[in-house]
């Protein structure tokens, strides 16, 4: 392949060293910033890498592939993150279900163009079975902790399904980031409180409306 002589020759070297699936990858997290998962094209994408527009094909079948092994990429770190939070439901598996969702506010806060490709990929997740198996594994921990919060209940009822735990803190945890955390722009809200003090708080209203709390 031959590059302009005005590309600029750090791109040029990048490329010569195989680094092109991961400039690629850069490229496209940077569009995602701006523009959201599907604001751009595969084209843009190869301009953003300082390549030709036939070069990306060489590492991903399509846009969409690109966007999914970011996503993919995304979940195994989201749930190692997720997993050092839960920590085994240590100190109790209540507080350890707290350090979770603040893990998770981390997370988007920290990474929020890999957060947007990872729940705004604009195709399922069935299409892609890698990162289908790597978004389960990152809900994985959090039926593990809810199953973890659900052997704490004492209550003389049914005991809470952990699947709806775990369905509810994940819906509760997404909304908070994807509302008050996520891309900054002019239309997040503002809150007298941090993110993780209102997930907190929520969090422990709706433990403790089932009945689970730490001991």
């Known amino acids: 392949m ?65 966007v999914a092994e970011i996503a993919r990429q995304g979940y195994e770190r989201f749930a190692d993150e997720l997993e050092r939070a839960w920590a085994e439901g240590r100190p109790d598996a209540v507080t350890a279900i707290e350090n979770v969702g603040k893990a998770y506010l981390g997370f988007a806060r920290r990474e929020p163009a890999c957060y947007a490709a990872m729940f705004e990929t604009g195709f399922p997740l069935e299409a892609d079975a890698m990162l289908l198996r790597a978004s389960e594994c990152a809900f994985g921990v959090l039926r593990r902790a809810a199953e973890g919060a659900a052997s704490s209940y004492r209550g003389q009822g049914v005991r809470p399904p952990p699947l709806m735990v775990a369905l509810h803190i994940w819906a509760m945890a997404h909304g908070i980031a994807s509302l008050f955390v996520g891309r900054a722009d002019a239309t997040r809200r503002k809150l007298p409180m941090s993110p993780e003090d209102l997930l907190e708080s929520g969090l422990l209203v709706y433990l403790q409306s089932l009945g689970l709390q730490a001991p």
């Open 2 to 66: 031959q590059f302009s002589s005005d590309e600029p020759a750090s791109r040029r070297e990048s490329y010569h060293h195989g680094n092109l699936r991961e400039a690629l990858i850069e490229g496209a997290l940077r569009l995602i910033a701006e523009r959201g998962p599907a604001g751009f094209t595969f084209a843009e994408v190869a301009r953003a890498a300082g390549v030709s527009a036939a070069a990306p094909y060489r590492h991903f079948r399509d846009r969409n592939a690109l």
